[in-house]
C-alpha cells in the first residue's frame, strides 16, 4: 500500500459527465487486480476526505496509455468528483493505494459474463486484460444504464469482448429495461453452468442480479461500493451486512473485506 | 535537542501527540504507514465487555470540514483486545491506552477489571458519550453525578493512570471536567464528538441510519479549543486536547490553551501519517522558535486584561 503524491497526466471528457483520468503511478501498482481501488485527494482542504475509485487501467489496458500510469473512471456527482473533474495536465493528486480485494479469475469451464449498470463499469477494462492475458475468450458484457449517455467506454467494450448486450431505461440504446432482462433470458437457456457473473453497479442492480445467481446457482461476485473515510479498514464507515462463516449475520468493512464479496454472503 | 516528553499526572509520554480512540483501529492498521514508536502514544478503540456489531449503515457521511459518524461503538470487546491486540503492540515504544465504554457503570467497570496489570498498556481512557441504560439513556458525559459516580467506580477498579473523555454536548464543560477531577481521574481528555445531523433534501431522509451522529474534523477545532481553554481554567489536573488537529499549528492552539497532550483523530483517515508528521513538525516549531521543551508552551497563552 503506498501514499503517493503524483500528478494528473491527462483527464478525458468523455461527455455526459463521465471522465477518464489518467496519472503517474510507480511499478508496483502496475501489480494491482481489476476492482481493487484507490483513494484519491484532491489539493485543498475541502472536501475534507479522500474518495474512492476503482482502478480502471494500467499499464496496456487501453492502447494509447502511456507506460507507467493508472486510469479511473468517474462520473460527476458530487462534490469531490466535480473538483476531479476540473483537474489538467500537471495538477496534484494525493492517491492511496492499492486497497481491497479484487476480482478473481472464473474457474475451469466456467466464462466471465460481466454485468455493468453505468459508470459500474469502471473495474471491467482492466478485468478483460487480466482474462485476455490468462487465456481466457474475451467475455460477454450486458451492460446497463439510465440512458445511452451513460454508457461510458461502449466502444472499447464493444471492441474488447465477444459480445455486448445493451440496456437502457429510457430505450434510447439497446433493450428498453434493466439488465436483468437479457441476464435472466441467457440464465433461463441453461447457460448458467458455464458462466461466472462479475457485477458492478448501483446497489439495487446488484441485489436483482444476485437473485438471479441465487435462482439458478451460478457463481457472481459482486463489486460494491459504499461511503468511506478512510480506505484501509479503520474508520469501520463502509460495512455492509453478510452472512458469516457461522451463519451470523455481521458487518463486514467494503474496504478491506471487499469490495469484491460473492453474492451469497451478502445478508441485504 | 528540543524536549517532547510531558507528563499526565503518572502518565508519562515521550512526546505529546496520540491517536484518538475510533480513528485509529488497534494500530495495528498503521502498521504499513510509518513506525508507531514514533508516536507518543495511541487510544485503542473504544471496547466494551462483549463485542459489539456496531450500527447497520449508512454510519458516514461528510459535512464541511468534517464528518459525521454513527458506527456505534463496534468492537472486538475487551478479551480479544488483551489476546489478540495488546501482546502485538507491546515491542513499540509509546504508550497504549485503552478506550472504555459500557451501558452501565458495572460494565465500565468489569473492563477497567480486565484491563488493570495487563502487561504493556499505559492507562485508559473512559468514553462516557455512551447512553446510560439504567438512567433513561442519558449519556454519562452529561449528567455530572452519574459521570462522578462511575469516575469513582472505575477509579476504584483499577491503579492505571485514569483519563476520563469529556463531552461537548453539555452546557458548561466546566461542571463535568470538574465532577470527574473530584471523582479521581488523573487527566481529562477533550473533546468527544458534537452531535450533529445532516438530510438528504431530495430524498427527505436523514444521511445517516441512526438520523444523529458525532461531528468530528476541523469544523469542530475552535469549539474544542474555546472548551480546553474553559477546562484549563477551571480544573488542576492536566488535559489532552483533540478535535479537528490535522497539523502541529492546530496542534499548538490546544497546547497554548493548556493541553499537556493532544490526540489526532480524523486526519488519520485522510492522511494516514498525519500524527507521525505532527511529531516533526511540532519539534521544527520548537526548534524555530526556540523553546528547549513543549511544556513551557502547556497554558502559555496570552491574554490581553
Given at each position: 500500500m503506498l501514499d503517493l503524491t503524483t500528478s494528473v497526466i491527462r483527464n478525458l471528457d468523455l461527455g455526459h459527465g463521465n471522465y477518464l483520468i489518467e496519472f503517474g503511478v510507480p511499478d508496483s501498482i502496475q501489480q494491482m487486480k481489476p476492482a481493487q481501488f484507490f483513494m484519491i485527494g484532491t489539493p485543498g482542504s475541502e472536501p475534507l476526505l479522500r474518495r474512492p475509485y476503482s482502478v480502471c487501467?494500467?499499464?496496456?489496458?487501453?492502447?494509447?496509455?502511456?507506460?507507467?500510469?493508472?486510469?479511473?473512471?468517474?462520473?460527476?456527482?458530487?462534490?469531490?468528483t466535480r473538483l476531479l473533474s476540473g483537474l489538467g495536465k500537471g495538477a496534484e493528486l494525493q492517491v492511496l493505494g492499492p486497497l481491497g480485494n479484487g476480482f478473481d479469475l472464473p474457474d475451469t469451464g466456467r466464462r466471465a459474463l460481466l454485468v455493468a449498470g453505468g459508470i459500474g463499469s469502471a473495474p471491467f477494462p482492466l478485468f478483460i486484460r487480466h482474462l485476455a492475458e490468462a487465456g481466457h475468450p474475451a467475455p460477454r458484457m450486458i451492460y446497463g444504464a439510465r440512458s445511452q449517455g451513460d454508457l461510458p467506454l461502449l466502444s472499447w467494450f464493444r471492441d474488447s469482448c465477444e459480445e455486448v448486450l445493451l440496456?437502457?431505461?429510457?430505450?434510447?440504446?439497446?433493450?428498453?429495461?434493466?439488465?436483468?432482462?437479457?441476464?435472466?433470458?441467457l440464465l433461463e437457456q441453461g447457460e448458467g453452468e458455464r458462466l461466472h457473473l462479475y457485477v458492478c453497479g448501483p446497489d439495487p442492480m446488484l441485489k436483482a442480479v444476485a437473485r438471479l445467481?441465487?435462482?439458478?446457482?451460478?457463481?457472481?461476485?459482486?463489486?460494491?461500493?459504499?461511503?468511506?473515510?478512510?480506505?484501509?479498514?479503520v474508520c469501520l464507515g463502509c460495512v455492509v451486512p453478510v452472512h458469516g462463516d457461522d451463519g451470523e449475520v455481521r458487518f463486514e468493512r467494503v474496504c478491506v473485506d471487499g469490495p469484491v464479496m460473492p453474492a451469497q454472503r451478502m445478508a441485504w | 535537542m528540543v524536549d517532547l516528553s510531558v507528563e499526565l499526572g503518572p502518565l508519562k509520554l515521550k512526546n505529546p501527540v496520540l491517536t484518538a480512540s475510533g480513528t485509529f483501529g488497534y494500530g495495528l492498521e498503521f502498521e504499513p504507514f510509518?513506525?508507531?514508536?514514533?508516536?507518543?502514544?495511541?487510544?485503542?478503540?473504544?471496547?466494551?465487555?462483549?463485542?459489539?456489531?456496531?450500527?447497520?449503515?449508512?454510519?458516514?457521511?461528510?459535512?464541511?470540514?468534517?464528518?459525521?459518524?454513527?458506527?456505534?461503538?463496534?468492537?472486538?470487546?475487551?478479551d480479544a483486545f488483551l489476546s489478540e491486540k495488546l501482546p502485538k503492540l507491546e515491542h513499540y515504544d509509546m504508550a497504549v491506552l485503552a478506550n472504555v465504554f459500557g451501558e452501565t457503570e458495572a460494565e465500565y467497570v468489569e473492563v477497567c477489571k480486565k484491563l488493570d496489570g495487563?502487561?504493556?498498556?499505559?492507562?485508559?481512557?473512559?468514553?462516557?458519550?455512551?447512553?446510560?441504560?439504567?438512567?433513561?439513556?442519558?449519556?454519562?458525559?452529561?449528567?455530572?453525578?452519574?459521570?462522578?459516580?462511575?469516575?469513582?467506580?472505575?477509579?476504584?477498579?483499577?491503579?492505571?493512570?485514569?483519563?476520563?473523555?469529556?463531552?461537548?454536548?453539555?452546557?458548561?464543560?466546566?461542571?463535568?471536567?470538574?465532577?470527574?477531577?473530584?471523582?479521581?481521574?488523573?487527566?481529562?481528555?477533550?473533546?468527544?464528538t458534537?452531535?450533529?445531523?445532516?438530510?438528504?433534501?431530495?430524498?427527505?431522509?436523514?444521511?445517516?441510519?441512526?438520523?444523529?451522529?458525532?461531528?468530528?474534523?476541523?469544523?469542530?477545532?475552535?469549539?474544542?479549543?474555546?472548551?480546553?481553554?474553559?477546562?484549563?481554567?477551571?480544573?488542576?489536573?492536566?488535559?489532552?486536547?483533540?478535535?479537528?488537529?490535522?497539523?502541529?499549528?492546530?496542534?499548538?492552539?490546544?497546547?497554548?490553551?493548556?493541553?499537556s497532550a493532544v490526540q489526532v483523530g480524523t486526519s488519520n483517515f485522510v492522511t494516514p501519517t498525519s500524527a507521525a508528521d505532527l511529531v516533526n513538525e511540532l519539534r521544527d516549531y520548537l526548534e524555530q522558535h526556540g523553546f528547549e521543551s513543549v511544556r513551557e508552551l502547556v497554558g502559555?497563552?496570552?491574554?490581553?486584561s
Open positions: 487501467g494500467l499499464n496496456g489496458t487501453f492502447p494509447d496509455n502511456q507506460r507507467g500510469t493508472a486510469q479511473v473512471l468517474y462520473k460527476v456527482y458530487g462534490k469531490g440496456t437502457t431505461d429510457d430505450g434510447s440504446a439497446g433493450e428498453a429495461g434493466r439488465v436483468t432482462q437479457p441476464l435472466e433470458r445467481a441465487s435462482r439458478f446457482d451460478v457463481p457472481c461476485d459482486l463489486a460494491l461500493e459504499a461511503p468511506m473515510a478512510c480506505g484501509f479498514g | 510509518f513506525d508507531l514508536g514514533s508516536l507518543g502514544g495511541i487510544v485503542s478503540k473504544g471496547l466494551s465487555p462483549r463485542p459489539r456489531h456496531g450500527n447497520p449503515p449508512q454510519r458516514i457521511a461528510e459535512t464541511p470540514a468534517g464528518m459525521l459518524n454513527t458506527i456505534g461503538l463496534q468492537n472486538v470487546g475487551v495487563a502487561p504493556g498498556l499505559a492507562g485508559i481512557e473512559l468514553n462516557v458519550s455512551c447512553p446510560n441504560v439504567e438512567c433513561g439513556g442519558i449519556a454519562f458525559g452529561n449528567d455530572p453525578r452519574a459521570l462522578a459516580s462511575v469516575t469513582a467506580a472505575c477509579r476504584k477498579a483499577t491503579g492505571l493512570p485514569l483519563l476520563v473523555k469529556l463531552s461537548p454536548n453539555v452546557t458548561d464543560i466546566r461542571e463535568t471536567a470538574r465532577a470527574a477531577e473530584d471523582a479521581g481521574a488523573d487527566a481529562l481528555s477533550l473533546v468527544n458534537f452531535v450533529g445531523m445532516a438530510i438528504d433534501v431530495e430524498a427527505r431522509r436523514p444521511v445517516l441510519n441512526r438520523v444523529s451522529g458525532g461531528l468530528s474534523g476541523p469544523a469542530i477545532r475552535p469549539l474544542a479549543v474555546h472548551m480546553t481553554w474553559q477546562t484549563y481554567n477551571a480544573v488542576k489536573i492536566p488535559l489532552m486536547g483533540m478535535g479537528g488537529i490535522t497539523c502541529a499549528r492546530d496542534a499548538l492552539e490546544f497546547i497554548l490553551a493548556g493541553a502559555s497563552l496570552q491574554v490581553e
